[in-house]
């Protein structure tokens, strides 16, 4: 079958290359993610870590629509992010394992990498971290006139800490170029988001005359379409966006979760709409690519994964004696 071009929204329209690529990122955030927590249970990868498993649609089809120079600050939930981004993964994975040839010198571990290079400004174990270097960020943008923009991604839980709100505010009132991706998964760590908060995430924004937009998290087409508005709306000048992606995760908030407090059901009717679910379907459906092809990626990376694990292990430890490593 020949494959097709599909267009979408402005700014967003993407050939069956585009499509196959996108996919291809998504599969390697899941299969990065499943290695991650095979090798954490084998002891390779220390401390905790926080898998992005399930969400991989909100990040790549954000990601997708950034441009060199642009910033992007992620969550302790951050592998996702970085890869989506383009943060190489044999980096990330050397990371993880604590090697020198770690995007921060084996020094960062799980939550807090960094990789300048790629535009990430980090991954933050504090929650909402992101948001104040991201707006930050993009102040340092506005008053260099680059630009570029920054984006901040956080989870749920996050929009209920008092410095989102100023940020929030602060970005309005100074036109600064960022966009705000809450990615919203329902859950604060273990306590369903509706427990806890009142009224809607994206009443917040809207009070302040931000523009907002609410968008199916695990379809990374939509994703990439709403992420393209809000990204031209920050970047002309008009101030900043919130996009709120709605997602799941599929795994425990960290490797202790027992997931107990997930209604019965739930996460069985997530995962019929898995993003990679979702992407094949799409893949087949609109750019007539053929099964076989997709089955063909997911091996691929695949392999590619195997080969990323067997060098990470044999990358030497960093030298205590040599302080803090370095930032590549």
Request: aromatic share 8%; with cysteine; proline share 3%.
């Amino acid at each position: 079958m020949a494959e097709k071009t599909q267009s979408k929204a402005r700014g967003a329209e993407i050939d069956a290359q585009g499509a196959r690529d996108l996919y291809r990122r998504m599969r390697l955030i899941r299969t990065f993610e499943d290695t991650v927590q095979q090798q954490f249970q084998k002891g390779n990868v220390h401390g905790t870590t926080h898998l992005y498993s399930g969400q991989e649609a909100s990040g790549v089809g954000v990601c997708s629509m950034l441009t060199e120079g642009d910033k992007v600050a992620g969550t302790y939930r951050g592998h996702g992010h970085s890869i989506a981004l383009g943060v190489s993964p044999q980096k990330l994975m050397d990371e993880m394992f604590g090697r020198t040839t770690g995007a921060c010198g084996g020094r960062a571990g799980s939550m807090n990498v960094v990789d300048v290079e790629s535009g990430l400004i980090g991954c933050f174990g504090i929650v909402g971290g992101s948001i104040g270097a991201a707006t930050g960020a993009a102040l340092s943008e506005k008053l260099l006139k680059t630009g570029n923009v920054a984006v901040a991604f956080f989870g749920d839980g996050t929009s209920n800490q008092a410095y989102v709100h100023e940020s929030l505010n602060w970005a309005q009132i100074e036109k600064l170029p960022v966009v705000f991706v809450c990615e919203n998964n329902l859950y604060m760590e273990f306590t369903p988001i509706e427990n806890v908060t009142a009224g809607a995430i994206g009443s917040r924004p809207q009070a302040m005359g931000i523009h907002y937009q609410q968008v199916d998290g695990n379809d990374v087409f939509a994703v990439r379409e709403a992420a393209a508005e809000a990204i031209e709306h920050a970047r002309s000048g008009a101030g900043p966006a919130f996009l709120e992606t709605m997602t799941y995760r599929f795994v425990g908030h960290s490797r202790s979760d027992p997931g107990k407090y997930r209604k019965p059901g739930e996460l069985d009717e997530w995962r019929q709409r898995d993003p990679l679910i979702l992407g094949r379907r799409a893949l087949e459906e609109r750019y007539g690519i053929e099964s076989e092809r997709l089955d063909q990626i997911d091996a691929e990376v695949a392999e590619e994964m195997q080969q990323i694990v067997e060098r990470g292990l044999a990358a030497p430890f960093p030298d205590p004696a040599e302080g803090g490593g370095e930032f590549k």
